[in-house]
């Protein structure tokens, strides 16, 4: 769970998880499946009734050694309504990453969500970025 920046006054958190192709959490993905990176994100009662705008949700991957560095998946937008929770998922395509990656390349990944406030075509200073796990491409 990573904390919401707000300032100066508000509070949200954000948590994330990878859910492979047969609905189960993991860190272990066949390159030629898709996947799905969940987020829910909770903001206090205060914010959830005056902020206005749009949530923009986007995943990240980041690999060690060789590999990909890049968006995985579309950015997902959802407009601010009012609510304290919100849920949203990013479908990352199969054969995004390589399969069965050649040495030196482990296969290995950090995936990282960013979710911004944008309003009137702005970001704002509301944001979180969240590290998930560590997952293995094969």
């Given at each position: 769970?990573?904390?919401?920046?707000?300032?100066?006054?508000?509070?949200?958190?954000?948590?994330?998880?990878?859910?492979?192709?047969?609905?189960?959490?993991?860190?272990?993905?066949?390159?030629?499946?898709?996947?799905?990176?969940?987020?829910?994100?909770?903001?206090?009662?205060?914010?959830?009734?005056?902020?206005?705008?749009?949530?923009?949700?986007?995943?990240?991957?980041?690999?060690?050694?060789?590999?990909?560095?890049?968006?995985?998946?579309?950015?997902?937008?959802?407009?601010?309504?009012?609510?304290?929770?919100?849920?949203?998922?990013?479908?990352?395509?199969?054969?995004?990453f390589p399969d069965n990656p050649a040495a030196p390349s482990?296969?290995?990944?950090?995936?990282?969500?960013?979710?911004?406030?944008?309003?009137?075509?702005?970001?704002?200073?509301?944001a979180a970025i969240a590290e998930g796990p560590l997952v293995?491409?094969?």
């Amino acid at each position: 769970m990573t904390n919401i920046q707000f300032p100066p006054t508000g509070s949200g958190n954000l948590t994330i998880t990878v859910v492979d192709n047969n609905g189960s959490a993991t860190n272990v993905l066949e390159a030629s499946q898709p996947f799905t990176i969940e987020a829910v994100w909770t903001i206090d009662t205060e914010s959830a009734r005056v902020l206005g705008g749009q949530w923009e949700l986007s995943a990240y991957v980041e690999s060690f050694g060789p590999g990909l560095d890049a968006q995985v998946g579309p950015t997902r937008v959802k407009a601010l309504d009012g609510s304290e929770t919100y849920s949203d998922a990013i479908v990352v395509p199969p054969n995004t990453f390589p399969d069965n990656p050649a040495a030196p390349s482990p296969g290995v990944y950090k995936v990282i969500v960013v979710l911004l406030l944008r309003n009137n075509n702005r970001v704002t200073d509301v944001a979180a970025i969240a590290e998930g796990p560590l997952v293995r491409i094969g």
